[in-house]
């Protein structure tokens, strides 16, 4: 593991909620403000690392690890995994069949977790039933770490949008940001681009307000706790321990 790495995990059991959107977008935000960024790609479907393979200069680079890649007898996992030396940013994609042994995998050694969740009732429900299987699972309750919902591909004044609000409101979890169904981002995904890597284009203003929530979050939760070994003591829900932001108004 990279001590001076802060690792945030995206995941969700349930496909298509945007995982690879809000992965790649972190990734790229991270890179463009200077620092050095692993993506690292835990899907076999592969899709992060395909947004990586057409990434090119001048935007700033991110170092891919494909961590699905099956190893040989000859290369252990750990050595398939090696990262630079001067990582200060890894943003973990997952796949969308994640059960507790993946869980096993994925929850080690990272800060913060980034559930992106769509405004359906399915999603919803399914959302719901992971955030929960995550929680309980052994590695998260003996080291809990700050769990957060973004919700996507919201649709403002729609019924599923009252349904989110609602559902969001019960979450033991904070929503942190809401990202508009927007075609910005299928245009970013073939370009091997962030939002940040267009800042200066009137078209992505909008959405940056969101992305800088998010990234404030994730800044606030792993900056160091002066308190945060007595805090990891309370159990399963600690991360709440950490200081609350206010809750996404989902109003974009
Ligand atoms: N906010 C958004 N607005 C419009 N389209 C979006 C948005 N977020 C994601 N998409 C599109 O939705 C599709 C699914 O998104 P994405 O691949 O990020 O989901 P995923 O959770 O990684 O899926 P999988 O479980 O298959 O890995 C993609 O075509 C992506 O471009
Ligand atoms: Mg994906």
Request: glycine share 6%.
């Amino acid at each position: 593991m990279e001590p001076n790495a802060l690792r945030i995990l995206v995941v969700n059991g349930k496909g298509g909620c945007g995982k690879t959107t809000i992965a790649t977008n972190l990734a790229a935000a991270y890179a463009r403000a200077g620092h050095h960024v692993v993506l690292m790609d835990h899907d076999a479907q592969a899709s992060s690392t395909h947004w990586w393979a057409e990434r090119a200069a001048p935007l700033p680079p991110i170092h891919l690890c494909e961590a699905h890649r099956r190893t040989s007898m000859y290369t252990t996992r750990a050595f398939a995994q090696r990262l630079p030396p001067d990582v200060d940013r890894i943003v973990i994609d997952t796949p969308s069949a994640v059960g507790d042994r993946e869980l096993d995998d994925l929850l080690r050694g990272v800060d913060a977790i980034v559930v992106p969740l769509l405004p359906s009732s399915i999603d919803i429900r399914a959302g719901a039933r992971f955030i929960s299987q995550m929680l309980s699972h052994r590695l998260y309750r003996t080291r809990p770490v700050p769990v957060a919902v973004v919700a996507n591909r919201v649709q403002q004044n729609t019924p599923t949008h009252s349904k989110l609000i609602h559902f969001l409101e019960g979450l033991d979890v904070p929503a942190i940001a809401t990202f508009r169904d927007s075609a910005i981002y299928t245009g970013l995904a073939d370009d091997g681009c962030g939002i940040f890597d267009l800042e200066a284009d009137a078209s992505v203003a909008r959405e940056l307000d969101q992305w800088h929530k998010l990234l404030s979050w994730i800044d606030q939760v792993c900056r160091p706790q002066p308190t945060k070994k007595a805090t990891m003591r309370r159990g399963p829900l600690a991360a709440s321990a950490h200081p609350r932001p206010e809750r996404a108004t989902l109003h974009t």
